[in-house]
């Protein structure tokens, strides 16, 4: 592996090429806030909050620093007035498209952004349009039930065409990894409901205890991701996690005791 | 709906999972606008997700979900139309049709959309019905635009009538 000098904020450091700018940093001890990122996704650039002023040779520009790969010759700077105007105009924006949201209240106190330039868009809404729940849901589910749809000021998250989709195994991956916690999903008398993408889904009991604790589509989903991996026979079974620890607990311990 | 039809537009691009917004181009130039069934059709025969071609499809404002009208006027409102004009343009054909912007009229004839540039800057203020541009557009040309296509329509409808006449 190629490894190659930079500079982090003055601090010289040796570091594999290609590697993400805010992830070196992060690791540094440097702290850049961010809303899109999430380590199990490739870096999207949506937030804007981790913008980085890079210099090279005569130039010096400001960019995101989750998708900037570090190269020779590049010396980034975290702290400057120019990184932290440009952090707060990308919260004003962001409160104004995003009232409800708390996480990005927050941020915008800590970084001292008082009232927002921009007027709110009167919808009480809390969706920062980063796209984690659209990326995730693609990615690590390997599904689409989620999605963007139209442009500009009228885009939004939301299941293809506005209707409840078949694709949807109600595993909850969007609700947790929503960054402003604006997708809620609640389980109600054996049924999944997640209003925002017009999920409502039948919940399977456990085999065990005999309670509702997931949706029987995520565990078909489940079931079939198995397959593929341990062959056609595989039987993953219908145990919820609590009953499933109590059993995994109780094998230990007779494994334990046979040891003595 | 017939989905023969889509079905040779996916097989002209062999299918090809790239091609889509050429394909969605092509779907509507036939359909005069993308259905959601013949859009979900179009991702399972391109082993795409509905999401994504959902997305695509309303990401475009050149692509209409919705029925449009025989005739799709396209009236500029870019730098140089909107100088000369092209509100007052619109206004007047709003007023004509009893429509605003982004609907058909009920007879299903004319469809009234605003766009950015047309691209004929010259000769502003400019619109277009289906492929035809029309520049310089003055209130007395627009009507007789907007009657000269509602003519060569009920033409063709009234045609077998003028035939029954002859007998």
């Avoid at chain 2, 917004?21 to 359909?31: G, S």
């Avoid at chain 2, 541009?133 to 007789?144: F, I, N, P, S």
Wanted: net charge neutral; glycine share 6%.
């Amino acid at each position: 592996m190629d490894m190659i000098k930079t500079t982090i904020d003055g601090r010289e450091i040796e570091v594999q090429r290609d590697r993400w700018a805010l992830e070196v940093a992060r690791e540094m001890g440097i702290e850049i806030p961010t809303l899109c990122h999430h380590s199990a996704l490739e870096p999207y650039g949506a937030c804007r909050l981790c913008v980085v002023e890079v210099t090279k040779g005569k130039w010096t520009w400001l960019t995101t620093s989750c998708d900037l790969p570090i190269r020779e010759g590049l010396t980034i700077r975290t702290d400057t007035p120019a990184v932290i105007a440009a952090r707060k105009t990308a919260l004003e924006l962001m409160l104004a498209q995003a009232p409800d949201a708390e996480e990005v209240r927050q941020l915008a106190e800590q970084l001292g952004t008082k009232s927002p330039r921009f007027p709110d868009r009167n919808e009480s809404n809390a969706c920062i349009l980063c796209g984690l729940c659209v990326r995730v849901c693609k990615v690590v589910t390997g599904k689409m039930a989620i999605c963007f749809s139209n442009r500009g000021t009228d885009r939004k998250v939301g299941p293809p065409f506005d209707r409840s989709s078949d694709e949807c195994i109600g595993c909850n991956a969007c609700v947790d990894i929503c960054p402003t916690g604006c997708i809620e999903s609640r389980d109600e008398a054996g049924i999944r409901k997640i209003p925002m993408l017009k999920t409502e889904l039948k919940l399977a009991d456990c085999e065990v205890c005999g309670k509702p604790f997931a949706p029987i589509r995520q565990l078909e989903h489940m079931q079939a991701k198995l397959r593929e991996k341990f062959g056609d026979d595989f039987e993953a079974g219908c145990i919820c996690p609590v009953c499933r620890r109590e059993q995994t607990a109780a094998r230990l311990h007779n494994v334990a005791e046979k040891i003595g | 709906m017939n989905l023969s039809k889509v079905d040779n537009i996916i097989q002209d691009y062999k299918g090809n999972p790239s091609s889509l917004v050429m394909i969605l181009q092509d779907i509507q130039e036939e359909l005069n606008y993308l259905p959601e069934p013949v859009l979900n059709h179009v991702a399972g025969k391109l082993s795409l997700s509905v999401g994504h071609v959902c997305s695509v499809a309303t990401f475009y404002s050149s692509f209409s979900l919705e029925e449009r009208g025989k005739n799709v006027i396209r009236v500029c409102d870019g730098t140089a139309c909107h100088l000369r004009g092209a509100n007052l343009l619109k206004d007047e054909i709003v007023r004509a049709l009893n429509i605003s912007e982004g609907q058909t009229t009920e007879d299903k004839l004319f469809t009234l959309e605003v766009v950015a540039c047309l691209g004929a800057c010259a000769l502003a203020p400019v619109m277009t019905v289906n492929k035809k541009y029309y520049g310089q557009v003055t209130r007395e040309k627009l009507l007789a635009t907007l009657e000269k296509y509602r003519q060569k329509d009920s033409c063709v409808l009234s045609e077998p009538n003028d035939s029954k006449k002859t007998d």
